[in-house]
């Protein structure tokens, strides 16, 4: 499963700043890494596995902006397209997830 957290949170002031900060560095710090501006992604081994970081992600809301969650399987991962520019990107392997036990 993939886990895609995208937002659009407001910056205005120095107080907006720090919130929006706060909550991308939860995403970090939580094993999610920038896909694109605002839009963060995480692989998960299992829907399960999913759904903790799921609560966490809802548990780091703010109380202004949009936040969506979006779930995927790794198959429809794998029929994503990418470009840049109007270059077609090669689609690069999942990275491997690591789990101790």
Known sequence: MW???LFDLPTE???ERKIYADFRKNLLRDGFTMFQFSIYLRHCPSRENADVHI????QWLPDEGYVGILTIT???FSQMELFHGCQLMKNSKPT???ELF
Do not use: S
């Not at 609560?55 to 809802?58: E, F, L, W």
């Open 3 to 5: 886990i895609f957290v």
């Open 13 to 15: 002031t120095k107080r």
């Open 96 to 98: 491997q997830q690591l």
């Open 55 to 58: 609560r966490r992600v809802k």
């Open 74 to 76: 790794d198959k429809q």
